[in-house]
């Protein structure tokens, strides 16, 4: 009944806030597409919640189109390639940015944005690792609604167990760190809690557990994890591809660490895990089976719920630890770092789910109206504090006073742990802001490009293929992709999109002929 | 023969455990459809006496429009193609049976042409068929799936007509010229009447192919002319798998092409082994 | 209506529909597969590019070999249960018309919904499957995780499919030899082992070759279990030809390239054409 009621509190703020006669759009039916997921689910539901509101002030309506998570993206595409037109705008994943801007099949949105006739939002609001997701150059195509990015979850109970700690520190030799701060003491304490009954349920239990089914989103588990590895202060661009030839970089040292370091690590999980989706490797951790995972906030405000969660008020959350040691692409060396200081690098890893405006639609203004409503300080602050939403915390305004404009109350509201928001929403502060930011990789084909990386890291974590074999084949597989779509198109599109320089080619070549 | 007692158990025992396998899905999907989220993957396998039962799967499913939508598009889709195919193959059936041909396409040629087509793996034709809906813009309609669909499933009314004319004594046809009548009179007032129960029969087998086609359905449709088959494979959604709702969708998905199945085994027999073997 | 325009008139609308909605596509097929196709249009002519590339593209190698493993195991099940389950039932037993239903069902399932179902039935943290494998105190199958055991589910699922047609025809097959037959080689020799031999053996042979071909033709076609099941995974361990072309094709809109692996299949499937059609003519003539 609460819920219900700060919603219509919502719903009045913000009709009275915008009850401008500028916004009249009877008449007007706007089609958007999203993941589907239902009214009460993930990502589509805050959009009929948005429907209702604005088709109350503006008189317009609008029509939500649920399309499965593993059909959108081609269901779009399809649309936008046959000229059907069906849609106005979609909710996408970042990584399919690529291929809309190249087909030219997307509007900018300053135009709108710069009138002032919309409901207000501000693009600074956004740290730049996630305004990067909703622009092409200085130009911005999105509007921006969710905020993805990878932390880690532990079990601070469990971590902070006397009886265990001392256990860990006799087997170990150090103290057990809570939370940990590199991967190597990540995979200790993974290694510590597997194959015994610590929760004292009668079963053994496990260290860690991650969703690594082909089209589970699997491979976002190995970026996130990679990051470090690849990232440092001495390279913080180049992830991807060469930006002089468009090889591509996942042969590199650093890579091949990172995946060698993945497979010891899911070693530590139930075995099952590599057939699992979001939803069954979610399960076991809010069922409190592992003492570790990394994943999105959806999995930290899902544990508020007790129908579906254990763990709620026993939640640790950290931005994703670093190494002590990094390999440098640019200058092709491995670098250290001081123990007390390991190399922590931030990360958007997944959709950051976001719509986009088509060029067909004839009614373009409308649809910003509505999507930028979802963008409003109120509502946003409403998705992110609810657990179902599946809108996740990034912008200034989500986080508490004094960085940001949130108060505590207003996640308890929600039915939030106070322990579990403050720690929530530090971890993904942490990681938006770092120094260093995973580059996205947004050009054609990223859709292509990341499901040959789903595929082949699942062939390496199941054991069918070495980690030398599964990314040689990653590599063939990115060569061909590069060369269909053509190499010397990409290689422009990919430049621009992690803003390399002739300055930076300049130190490059020094190292590389 | 006589069979032993205890042949007879071993039997039994056999055919027992094929019985529950063979039934097995049915039961589960129905269990799922009526538990909650938390209970599914518990290890509770009757209701009532495991769990508690409950409608709202069902009540949800069945007030979802996306759903109701894909119920309407597949029973367009499925009988309008059944119609178009069994149309054009019975025409062909019965000029197969009647008529003698000569000169380069004699009566098997033709009979084997239209084999051919069943033989075709549908991935083939997939992609040039793909672009040709799209610029016949065509794609996301319930038409380019009816076209798809009968064409790839003349075939088999042509098999089962043919088999089903040639079951008529020939008299029949040779007294109605006699009296005067022409072919097409024939066709409509004579043999049709007297084949009604395996046109039925064919029908029932191609509306259930078609129903439950899978690969043009998804490749051809994004919302508007959305299947049911392609709303279960949608059932999975960012967060992982609605298995309650898999429950539901299986069943309603399943239960039609089942029945008719059943309905139809005679004729099916004939129509899946290209009249090769007579059921 | 004239015999001869007869003739012509009821076979020529059908002929023409097939024409045009398979012939064309055909050579439509050819086309494109010497074309590029990227950003949602021909880009350019590819030569024979989109054939290198098949053939040196590892990927093809393996979805060929999964749908040859997949295929030979699930079409050997079939028709052995089918062949045993058949011969059972064409028995007096009082329960015979009941098991013949019962076996038919999964006929007509649809094969999507039969895939979905199949992944909570494999669950492997204490799904049906290994519970009742577990009473038999055999020890949890990685049903999906593993990528042999991926490549076994999904040949499961199509057993649990395509057995009862296997099932009918050789009922139909054994339904059909006269009784009389039986009945002269019981007097000759009362082995039940030489009747099988002797009668029911050769006489059910023609139709064992039927089956067989007609599952190849249709097994090679597998797209719906796998696609549903395990979407290819884990890995590729269950990526089917369909399923790659399909991919290819819809999912990353590289029509060129998925037409070439189309042209490809189809010049390996003609002379498997022509012998189901030498089969055929045998039969029907």
Known sequence: ?513 | MRLRWYEKLIMYVILGVFAVWAFFPFYWAFVNSIKIPSQIFQKSWIPVVQFKPTLHNWKVELSTPMVLEALRNSTIVATVSTIIAVFLGTLVGFALTVFRYRGPFKNTDIYIFFLTQRILPPVVVLMPLYIIMKNLHLLDTVWALIIVDSTFNIPMAVVIMREMFKSLPEEIFEAALVDGAGWGRIFTKVALPLSAPGLVATSMIIFSYVWNEFLFAVSFSFTKAVTLPVIVAGTQQNRGIEFWYVGTRSLLVMIIPVIFSLLSQRYLVRGLTFGAVKG | MKRNSAKVLFVLPTALWILVFTAYPLGYLFYLSFHRFRFGRIIGFAGFRNFERFFTDDNVFNSVIVTLIIISVAIATEVFLGLILAWLVDKPLRMNKFFRVIFSLPLFATPVAVAFLFITIYYEEGGPMNSILGLFGIPPVPWLSNPFWAKMSVAVVDIWQWTPFCFIVFLAGFQSIPQELYEAAYLDTKSRWQILKSVSFPLILPIFTIVLILRIMEAIKIFDIPAVLTIGGPGRATEVYSLFTYRTGLKYFNLGYASAMGVVLLLVEIPLIMFIVKRLRKVIS
Do not use: C
């Not at chain 1, 009850?19 to 239902?38: E, F, K, L, S, W």
């Not at chain 1, 290694?191 to 053994?204: A, L, V, Y």
């Not at chain 1, 993945?262 to 139930?270: D, E, R, V």
């Not at chain 1, 440098?328 to 719509?355: A, C, L, M, Y």
């Open chain 1, 1 to 513: 009944m609460r819920k219900f009621l700060v919603f219509f509190a919502i719903v009045a703020l913000v009709a009275l806030a915008f009850a401008a006669g500028d916004r009249d759009y009877h008449g007007i039916t706007i089609r958007i597409t999203v993941n589907q997921a239902g009214k009460e689910g993930a990502i589509s539901g805050p959009l009929y919640r948005a429907a209702k509101i604005w088709e109350k002030e503006t008189g317009g309506k609008v029509d939500i189109i649920e399309i499965p998570f593993t059909q959108h993206y081609s269901k779009m595409m399809e649309d936008l390639i046959s000229g059907a037109g069906n849609f106005d705008a979609s909710i996408i994943g970042s990584w399919w940015f690529g291929d809309l801007i190249a087909g030219d099949f997307v509007v900018p949105i300053d135009k709108y944005y710069n009138s002032g006739k919309h409901p207000y939002w501000n693009k600074d609001w956004l740290p730049p690792s996630l305004q990067i997701l909703h622009k092409w150059g200085n130009t911005w195509y999105g509007v921006p609604n969710d905020s993805d990015g990878q932390v880690l979850y532990y079990r601070y109970d469990v971590l902070t167990n006397p009886e265990y700690r001392k256990k860990f520190k006799e087997k170990y030799g150090y103290d057990l760190p809570v939370p940990p701060k590199t991967w190597d003491q990540v995979l200790d304490i993974a290694r510590f809690f597997t194959g015994w009954d610590w929760n004292k349920d009668g079963e053994p239990d496990y260290g860690f557990v991650m969703h690594l089914k082909v089209g589970g989103q699997g491979m976002f588990h190995f970026m996130s994890l990679s990051a470090p590895f690849v990232i440092n202060p001495y390279n913080p661009k180049l992830y991807w591809f060469d930006p002089t030839n468009m090889k591509p970089l996942i042969k590199s040292p650093g890579h091949k660490k990172a995946l060698e370091f993945l497979i010891k690590l899911i070693k530590t999980g139930p075995k099952a895990q590599v057939s699992w989706d979001l939803g069954e490797a979610w399960n076991f951790f809010l069922q409190g089976k592992a003492v570790l995972t990394f994943t999105w906030g959806d999995l930290g405000s899902l544990a508020q719920d007790p129908n579906r969660s254990k763990v709620k008020g026993k939640l640790g959350v950290s931005v994703l630890p670093g190494t002590l040691e990094s390999y440098d692409i640019v200058h092709e060396r491995w670098v250290k770092f001081p123990k007390d200081k390991p190399n922590v690098v931030g990360n958007t890893t997944g959709g950051s789910w976001h719509g986009v405006i088509f060029k067909h639609s004839k009614h373009p203004e409308a649809v910003y109206d509505f999507l930028s409503l979802m963008a409003t300080k109120d509502f946003s602050l409403w998705n992110v504090s609810n657990g179902w939403t599946g809108v996740d915390p990034g912008w200034k305004i989500h986080f508490l006073r004094p960085i940001g404009e949130a108060s505590i109350r207003d996640y308890m509201h929600y039915g939030w742990d106070p322990g579990d928001i403050v720690e929530y929403l530090a971890a993904y502060y942490d990681n938006f802001y770092a120094k260093l930011i995973l580059p996205y990789l947004m050009i054609p084909g990223t859709f292509e490009y990341w499901h040959a990386l789903d595929v082949h890291l699942s062939e390496a974590v199941t054991g069918q293929k070495t980690v030398d074999q599964a990314l040689d084949a990653i590599y063939k597989d990115w060569e061909n992709i590069t060369e269909s779509y053509g190499r010397k198109k990409l290689l422009k599109l990919y430049r621009e999109s992690i803003g390399w320089t002739a300055a930076d080619d300049k130190e490059y070549k020094k190292y590389h002929h």
